[in-house]
C-alpha cells in the first residue's frame, strides 16, 4: 500500500520488499527450530534458533528504524514483535539451561539433573555406564557413548 501512495526512488521499494520476504523466511526458520527443539528437548535445535533471533531483531529493527517511509502501525506491530522477541530469547535461555541436563557433581562425575538418571565416567569415555532408577527398584546399567548424552541428541 505504501508504494502506491508515497514515491520512492527507484530500487528502493522492491529493495524493502525483498527484505520482508527474507525476514519472513528467516521467522518460519527461527520458529520451526524453536518448535523443534522444544517439542524435541534438544539443545541444538533451541540454540539455532537463538541464533536466528539476531539478525530478526536486525531486521525488526531496519523496518523501525531504517525504512524509507515507517508508519504508525508498522510502529506498533513492530514494537510488539519485538517484545516478543525479547520473551522468546529468555524462554530459549531457560530452555537450554533446562534440556542441558547433564551436570558436574563435586567428585567429578557427570550426573543428570533428574533424579531418577546417573552417569558414571569411567576412564574409557565409549565406556560410559548409564545407571536409571526404575519404579520396581532395579538399576539398570547401559553401555552408551558419552557424546551422545553430553550432546542431548
Given amino acids: 500500500m505504501e508504494g ?30 524453536g518448535r523443534k527443539g522444544n517439542l524435541t528437548e534438544r539443545v541444538i535445535s ?19 528504524i531504517w525504512q524509507t ?10 514494537a510488539i514483535e519485538l517484545t516478543f522477541l525479547a520473551l522468546e530469547l529468555i524462554f530459549a535461555i531457560v530452555s537450554i539451561i533446562t534440556f542441558a541436563r547433564i551436570i558436574v557433581n563435586n567428585t567429578g562425575d557427570l550426573m543428570s539433573m533428574r533424579p531418577d538418571v546417573y552417569l558414571t565416567l ?28 553430553l550432546l542431548g541428541i
Fill in 46 to 64: 533451541v540454540v539455532v534458533s537463538l541464533v536466528l533471533t539476531i539478525p530478526s531483531v536486525f531486521g525488526s529493527i531496519y523496518i523501525l
Fill in 69 to 78: 517511509y515507517v508508519l504508525r502501525a508498522e510502529v506498533i506491530l513492530v
Fill in 122 to 149: 569411567s576412564s574409557n569415555p565409549v565406556d560410559s555406564t548409564l545407571r536409571c532408577k526404575h519404579p520396581s527398584g532395579g538399576i539398570e546399567y547401559r553401555n552408551i557413548p558419552s557424546v551422545t548424552i
Fill in 4 to 33: 502506491l501512495i508515497l514515491p520512492y526512488a527507484s530500487g528502493i521499494l522492491a529493495a524493502e520488499i525483498i527484505l520482508l520476504f527474507l525476514l519472513l523466511g528467516l521467522e518460519v526458520l527461527r520458529i520451526f527450530f
